[in-house]
């Protein structure tokens, strides 16, 4: 997993309710990014953060949220408002001149 | 039309086999082109990288990029049961945005 840690790895929420997906890395990248994965449809952008206390909606943003106190650490709220949370969800941080991606071990999440 | 398009399979081959794993793209301002391995329930891992047209190899694999076809093509080759996974197709575009492939998962018989 190379330095970024997902928690946890497997996470149930109930109807209504917000759960947050956790993300560090110890590999002082500046960018980190949110991607959801369903099967055969490859990924999909959430959110990124370039730097701290700034972020940018991806391509789903809608019923997410997400936090960017740290440059360690970027968590993801799934909210009441995503209907269909079940995914398997990936972090990862970028690295060097090229903005090579590097991924973490993911969260699966289902509903209850 | 999506983006990026990519077989998802599966691909199911003999152990020793060449394998050939494909993706095609339609905006041609796309610039880099990478290819990951993901084993089951686990992160992406970054196999290759490439810019330019032409071969690019590592070990039993190689990636090769047509950019007049907007066509990207991985080969393995002498393919290991531990080879089996599901191999995504990335493609950068300018802003350093990344486009995926839906992913092409491949099983090696031994």
């Known amino acids: 997993d190379g330095g970024i840690t997902q928690s946890p790895k497997y996470l149930f929420r109930k109807e209504g309710q917000n759960v947050t997906l956790s993300c560090e890395q110890n590999?002082?990248?500046?960018?980190m990014y949110w991607y959801r994965q369903d099967p055969g449809q490859g990924l999909r952008l959430i959110y990124y953060s370039q730097i701290v206390n700034d972020f940018q909606k991806g391509d789903i943003a809608e019923g997410y949220s997400v936090s960017r106190e740290k440059k360690e650490s970027f968590p993801l709220t799934v909210t009441s408002a995503q209907k269909n949370p079940t995914a398997f969800y990936l972090c990862?941080?970028?690295?060097?001149?090229?903005?090579?991606?590097?991924f973490g071990a993911g969260t699966r999440l289902s509903v209850l | 039309q999506k983006e990026v398009e990519q077989d998802p399979g599966p691909l199911s081959v003999p152990e020793g086999a060449i394998v050939s794993l494909n993706c095609t793209y339609s905006n041609s301002a796309f610039q880099y082109f990478m290819w990951y391995r993901q084993y089951s329930r686990k992160g992406p891992e970054l196999l290759m990288y490439?810019?330019s047209s032409g071969n690019k190899e590592d070990g039993r694999f190689t990636a090769q990029v047509d950019k007049s076809s907007k066509y990207i093509s991985l080969f393995i080759r002498d393919s290991q049961p531990s080879d089996s996974a599901t191999y995504l197709c990335a493609i950068m575009m300018s802003n350093y945005q990344l486009i995926w492939g839906a992913g092409t998962k491949l099983i090696i018989k031994p």
């Open positions: 990862a941080t970028t690295a060097g001149s090229k903005n090579i991606q590097y």
């Open positions: 490439t810019y």
């Open positions: 590999l002082n990248h500046d960018a």
